[in-house]
């Protein structure tokens, strides 16, 4: 049987493993950590991603487990409303709305659907040989032969720097983040609010927790003595329920990490035997939510194009071509609002708050429109 080896198993490397052993692949998956376990944040997964998620039967699973983004929409720390969605609106065009869960959550159910054996973990992968397919293991004594290789290895992906050792690596968006997941019940809503270089969401999980994230633009590489102190002198006099979704936050749990990403596309998504995929071949800023609903649909196309028994040169070229196209774009949109939310000097932001409030007039079908390119897709466009 033709074997797929997947280096990581994040969100792209579970969903690739299990798109390729769906297609009939004997696949291996490698991780240098020594469980599947992500950090402790949220997920937003949008009706593109849950179609990829359909294709190797996880998506009503992970529809089973999510939160329903309601009511919500772009707000001003005064809480002032500048433009509302509702989650009707979304799953009337695109069959679904965007849902929430937990990346344990969604990490877990694609864990849980691996062929028996599949995962390795405690394997942190050395080199591969895109010609003949050879992946060394640190420490390990054997090589391990594939016929594919999936480098889904993540933003400091040794894959992509090893493959492509001249081109730029990802850069430092002038962006921090901040996630926890906070035990609040009663928040409704999923919301996003645009301040001066400051931003907050609020994204209600089942069961009463709420994901919450924060960005501040600031220069790279700072850090509080206390996460969550540092967010309540930036967000504490914000509108309701910040203050106390802040006020339950557990200072330990509060994750934080600067925003990079590849600004000069990568050439190609594969070069012999290996495809890159997922933060490995395109990290983005999360402004779209789109980083991990892009690796997933990577997985699926990539299952889609390569195929065990035929032409493996003919497939990836295909792959590389089509995800190249789909993504760059998404990825450059993606940093294009990333810089909106950098913005400080009161006149700028009051005009883009101004322009937000106008489109956001316009009703939820201009609004919608925008995101058809992103979320309109499917397995077979
Ligand atoms: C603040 C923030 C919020 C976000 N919100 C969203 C959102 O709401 N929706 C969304 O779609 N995206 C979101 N994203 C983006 C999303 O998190 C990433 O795009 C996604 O997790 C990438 O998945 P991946 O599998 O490609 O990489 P990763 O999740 O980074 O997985 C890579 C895996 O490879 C392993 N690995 C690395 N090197 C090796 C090696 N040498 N050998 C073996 N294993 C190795 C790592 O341990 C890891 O498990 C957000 C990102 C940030 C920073």
Redesign the pocket.
């Known amino acids: 049987m033709a074997h797929a080896v997947v280096?990581?198993?994040?969100?792209?490397?579970l969903t690739a493993a299990l798109a390729l052993a769906h297609k009939g692949w004997e696949v291996t998956v490698?991780?240098?950590?020594a469980s599947v376990e992500p950090v402790g944040a949220g997920?937003?997964?949008a009706p593109n991603?849950l179609r990829a998620l359909d294709v190797i039967g996880a998506g009503d699973d992970v529809r089973k487990l999510s939160a329903i983004q309601g009511r919500g929409g772009v707000r001003l720390p005064d809480g002032r409303w500048l433009a509302r969605t509702t989650a009707e609106d979304a799953a009337a065009r695109y069959g679904d709305p965007i849902v929430l869960l937990t990346r344990a959550a969604l990490v877990g159910i694609l864990a849980g659907r691996l062929p028996q054996g599949a995962l390795r973990v405690n394997?942190?992968?050395e080199s591969v040989d895109p010609a003949t397919g050879r992946v060394t293991v640190a420490g390990a004594a054997e090589t391990i032969e594939a016929d594919l290789v999936v480098a889904?290895?993540?933003?400091r992906s040794?894959t992509r720097s090893a493959l492509f050792p001249g081109h730029p690596a990802p850069v430092y968006t002038g962006v921090t983040?901040w996630?926890a997941i906070v035990p609040l019940p009663g928040v409704t809503g999923a919301s996003e609010t645009w301040g001066r270089g400051l931003v907050f969401g609020v994204m209600p999980l089942a069961g009463g927790q709420v994901y919450c994230?924060a960005t501040a633009a600031v220069p790279a590489g700072l850090r509080a003595a206390d996460e969550r102190d540092e967010l309540l002198r930036l967000f504490g006099r914000w509108h309701d329920p910040i203050p106390a979704l802040l006020d339950a936050a557990d200072p330990a749990a509060v994750l934080r990490?600067d925003?990079h990403s590849l600004d000069t596309p990568l050439p190609a998504f594969h070069i012999g035997r290996v495809a890159l995929?997922?933060?490995?071949a395109h990290p983005m800023t999360?402004n779209l939510?789109?980083?991990?609903?892009q690796?997933m649909e990577d997985a699926v196309v990539l299952a889609e194009r390569v195929s065990p028994r035929g032409d493996l040169a003919a497939g990836l070229a295909v792959y590389s071509r089509e995800r190249l196209a789909r993504t760059t774009p998404i990825v450059r949109r993606s940093r294009s609002i990333g810089r909106l939310t950098r913005w400080r000097n009161p006149l700028a932001v009051a005009l883009r708050d101004g322009a937000m409030r106008a489109a956001g007039r316009l009703g939820p079908d201009v609004a919608s429109r925008q995101g058809d390119r992103v979320f309109a897709w499917s397995p077979r466009s």
């Open positions: 280096v990581g198993a994040g969100i792209g490397g490698l991780e240098r950590a997920l937003a997964v991603a394997r942190r992968v889904a290895d993540g933003i040794r983040s996630r994230y990490h925003i995929l997922g933060d490995a999360p939510g789109q980083g991990a609903c690796a």
